[in-house]
């Protein structure tokens, strides 16, 4: 099986994660090219697609969408309050801000709820959204207005040209993130550009098997060469998001590395594998340390130096790679 970014070698690893629903496994295949991972399942994936839509409630990864979209339109600045709730949101805004001007036309792929694009419209963008599940366009339009259609970006025409397309943690979801890419290339203007987020993987030791939704919901789990590698294969310019805005004294975020693939996304894992440096001490030290952010990030920093190996301190990268694609390749 070869890589369908960097068309490599797709080693079998000898690791298995479970399915998203946790009825069977998936095999791990790791990229002798890019280092990305593939979890391959053996069987279809519509019924765990089905366990989602059946009750998007019921799952902590999924539920917390409804609850932006019930939230955002209650908010002064909507973009930039879901800036602060996730990591993909803050590259979008930061993307959109240094290389948007207003009015600008967007489209959103995957625009669920449709809560990101409303928040890119009350910025003074000119942002639709389109989404494969019925149901989210239905919510999204009745929501937030006629912005949404329930397409699929594959089958857009290419006359109809954006400024910008956004696609929030959609590429780990394809079985050809490489073509997907291709196609939106057509979409954008010769000044244009895509905003990307996914799980990153290279922001993880090699030791973690699979830090990312379970497979089949995600197929693939990239790494910053991965997208790099992609945006010369398709003859765009590619820029990081810089998080160090993010993250830093009153914001904090440690990683224990022993916590994680102990349990796996997909089921009841939340937020359980990112910890703050208080989770670590004892109780009375940890709300000590969270009640002053100051201190928390000095302790952080002297652990960071004294190299404690097992953390991970989120900075200018994190656990979500922001990636900007352009199509004017500079010199």
């Not at 629903?21 to 089905?50: I, M, W």
């Not at 709820?113 to 000119?126: I, P, W």
């Not at 090699?206 to 830090?211: F, L, N, Q």
């Not at 990081?240 to 349990?263: C, E, M, P």
Request: glycine content about 6%; hydrophobic content about 40%.
């Amino acid at each position: 099986m070869m890589c369908p970014i960097c068309s490599q070698c797709l080693v079998n690893t000898g690791e298995v994660v479970p399915n998203y629903t946790f009825t069977s496994s998936a095999e791990v295949l790791l990229c002798s090219g890019c280092g990305l991972k593939n979890g391959l399942v053996r069987h279809d994936a519509e019924p765990d697609y089905e366990a989602i839509y059946e009750d998007v409630t019921s799952d902590p990864s999924y539920k917390r969408y409804l609850s932006y979209a019930n939230e955002v339109k209650r908010k002064k600045d909507p973009l930039k309050w879901l800036s602060k709730q996730e990591p993909a949101y803050f590259a979008v805004r930061e993307a959109v801000l240094g290389a948007l001007v207003p009015d600008s036309k967007i489209l959103e792929i995957g625009s669920g709820f449709g809560y990101l694009t409303y928040a890119l419209n009350e910025s003074n963008y000119d942002c639709t959204g389109i989404d494969l599940s019925a149901e989210a366009v239905n919510f999204a339009n009745a929501e937030f207005g006629t912005f949404f259609s329930n397409l699929d970006v594959m089958t857009l025409m290419e006359d109809k040209k954006y400024d910008c397309i956004v696609a929030t943690e959609v590429i780990e979801h394809l079985l050809d993130p490489s073509e997907f890419v291709k196609k939106l290339k057509t979409l954008v203007k010769p000044d244009g550009c895509i905003i990307l987020t996914t799980p990153n993987k290279s922001f993880f030791p090699d030791s973690v098997v699979w830090e990312s939704s379970l497979p089949p919901i995600h197929h693939w789990w990239l790494t910053e060469k991965s997208l790099s590698v992609l945006s010369e294969k398709i003859g765009m310019g590619v820029k990081f998001t810089d998080f160090s805005k993010r993250y830093g004294i009153w914001n904090t975020q440690v990683w224990n590395v022993n916590n994680l693939d102990i349990a796996y996304q997909g089921a009841d894992q939340s937020i359980a594998t990112k910890i703050s440096f208080g989770q670590v001490a004892r109780r009375k030290t940890k709300n000590f340390l969270t009640s002053l952010p100051i201190l928390m990030f000095l302790a952080t920093k002297t652990m960071e130096m004294l190299k404690v190996r097992k953390y991970i301190y989120a900075g200018s990268k994190c656990h979500c790679m922001g990636v900007i694609l352009n199509t004017h390749v500079p010199d």
